[in-house]
């Protein structure tokens, strides 16, 4: 296929933690929020005057600094966030507004909080409680917290509109870029795909860590070009997989995924489509910010949440991506010493193979994959299994 016209320009955004996008905004007085979590709802960082940046540390090298401060078996993705701060990589955010949810995480902005790794002026860290369950008690909780640790700092420091008015503008921008990213996506779902898993991670990866309204006229054009691509008339990939699991800020994972056979048709991953660009819909009978958390608790798919509805939930939700998108298998990843994707994958793995009928692999992998070579043959296997289970049904 044609190369699409802005995939070039994304690629070498997503190099850098501090990219373009960024000092453009800081140029025009924004101020930056770092992000660490899908539990603190997005449109509640990108009101009038600021903007979300989750964090991320790309060309990922050496992590023996994160390691000294956090241990050799925390998890990979939070002691490479911690690594780049160390190297001074976080120094134009203006605050980090945390959740009180993976403790790995957490120990990781305490660090940076502590050895004042962010040096600009006024530079603060908020940590708030967020629901393990859901239910209506734990939504009120999970407003009161939000009105606490995410809306009240951002007024006294920043002197942020947080009314509702505001929040209305911020989940305005939020659904624009989600129908958009809705609306490319639509196209994984044909037979012949006219989009790949890879290109459709840079899209969706950009719209998590950078400004997002001058992202819309590069997700418009993309739209419409989408609308004209003809696809190659013989297919490279042997198998269509929907990949699941914890953060993936790196789209080259996705890269050697598919360079292994396997063409990613669904992302249920942090960072991903599923269910983070998913739309808002608020009820009119309740106000802005109940509707805005009622939107991630109840939508929300990550492991955090333990009661057993939402456990069901997540399998009943991959099962309905994998029949959407006509995945032939299932990829469940961790980063190395993820707890909640740990125990996550184990389960879901079992459940999924077993009650639902799909092939699945499981696999645990560094946070920096690079051309994990072991990684290629455990997929080139995959898809191989799942070619040949195709020929005994025929």
């Known amino acids: ?38 539990l603190i709802p997005e449109p509640l960082l990108n009101l009038p005057g600021c903007f979300s940046v989750r964090l991320r540390a790309p060309r990922t090298g050496s992590i023996e600094m994160g390691t000294y401060y956090m241990t050799s078996i925390m998890c990979e993705a939070c002691r490479a966030i911690l690594e780049r701060a160390i190297e001074g990589g976080y120094q134009f955010l203006d605050c980090i507004l945390a959740p009180d949810a993976c403790a790995q995480m957490n120990r990781c902005v305490e660090n940076v909080e502590h050895l004042r790794l962010c040096g600009k002026d006024g530079f603060f860290v908020t940590y708030a409680d967020v629901p393990m369950k859901s239910d209506e008690t734990a939504l009120r909780h999970y407003v009161r917290q939000m009105r606490q ?35 490319i996506g639509a196209y994984r779902a044909e037979q012949n795909p006219r989009v790949t898993g890879y290109e459709y991670a840079l899209l969706c990866l950009a719209t998590y860590c950078c400004p997002k309204e001058p992202l819309i006229p590069i997700l418009e054009e993309t739209l419409e070009e989408l609308g004209n691509r003809q696809p190659d008339p013989h297919p490279s990939y042997r198998a269509r997989v929907v990949l699941a699991g914890s953060e993936i800020d790196d789209p080259e994972l996705i890269r050697l995924i598919e360079e292994a056979g396997a063409l990613v048709v669904a992302d249920r991953f942090c960072l991903g489509a599923f269910p983070g660009r998913e739309e808002i819909s608020l009820k009119e009978d309740e106000d802005i910010l109940t509707g805005i958390c009622r939107h991630y608790m109840e939508g929300g798919q990550c492991p955090r949440f333990m009661n ?15 029949r959407r998108f006509h995945a032939d298998g299932i990829i469940y990843q961790q980063i190395k010493f993820c707890d909640y994707w740990g125990y996550e994958r184990a389960y879901a793995s079992r459940v999924m193979r077993d009650e639902f009928g799909y092939p699945v692999l499981s696999i645990d992998r560094p946070y920096a994959v690079g051309n994990a070579g072991q990684l290629r043959t455990r997929v080139q296997a995959f898809v191989e299994s799942m070619e040949i289970k195709k020929i005994k049904k025929s």
């Open 1 to 38: 296929m044609k190369d699409l016209r802005h995939i070039y320009e994304l690629e070498r955004l997503l190099q850098e933690a501090h990219n373009d996008l960024i000092r453009q905004a800081k140029d025009r007085g924004e101020i930056a929020i770092g992000s660490v979590c899908s």
């Open 308 to 322: 057993t509805d939402k456990i069901r939930e997540r399998h009943t939700y991959m099962d309905q991506l994998a």
């Open 149 to 183: 640790y995410i809306l009240e700092p951002l007024t006294q420091r920043f002197h942020i509109d947080t009314s509702d008015i505001a929040l209305q503008k911020g989940v305005d921008m939020h659904n624009r870029v989600c129908r958009l990213l809705m609306d």
